[in-house]
């Protein structure tokens, strides 16, 4: 069971998270546009990671008997002033994210669900890392001004990125 209250916030959740892997989507198709296909690389790994936190979400509410109400997603950006907006919007998205998660645990904790309260905490967790590889990034990215054989070199280390098992992915 649960609150009425919970399931319009985990399904607005659900809706933020797939708006995320809509985003990151496109920002893969803008660096893809522009040749740079490792830093394409990393947003489309990003994107299958926000369809998994969205999918998590979607399975855990209707595990709780709850009902899964999908909203429409809006659309995002397309086009970018440069290669280092992305990684700005990237940054301030995913603090965007922390924000909502923070207030569905708040909710979690009003109504008293020990049960989304647990499951929450691996997105709390999850977070933390989110916020720290979009910080590192947008730093790397600012480094370089954005251009030359700096940006070279961080498209090709980006070329090998693969997410940072925290464990629950693997269950998802
Ligand atoms: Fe699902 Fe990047 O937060």
Request: proline residues 2%; contains cysteine.
């Amino acid at each position: 069971m649960i609150s009425k209250k919970l399931q319009e916030a985990i399904n607005k959740q659900i809706n933020n998270e797939f708006y995320s892997e809509y985003l990151y989507l496109s920002m893969a198709a803008y660096f893809d546009a522009e040749n740079l296909d490792g830093i394409a690389h990393f947003f489309y790994v990003q994107t299958k990671e926000e369809n998994v936190h969205a999918m998590k979400l979607f399975r855990f509410l209707i595990e709780k008997g709850g009902r899964v109400k999908l909203h429409a997603i809006d659309a995002p950006k397309s086009e970018f002033k440069s290669v280092i907006e992305p990684f700005e919007m990237s940054l301030k998205h995913e603090q965007h994210i922390s924000k909502c998660i923070d207030d569905l645990m708040d909710t979690a904790i009003k109504e008293n669900d020990h049960g989304v309260i647990s499951f929450l905490k691996w997105f709390v967790d999850e977070q933390v890392e989110e916020e720290a590889t979009a910080e590192k990034l947008l730093y790397k990215v600012k480094l370089v001004k954005g251009e030359g054989q700096g940006l070279l070199m961080l498209n090709n280390e980006l070329a090998g990125y693969t997410p940072k098992k925290t464990g629950a992915e693997e269950k998802a």
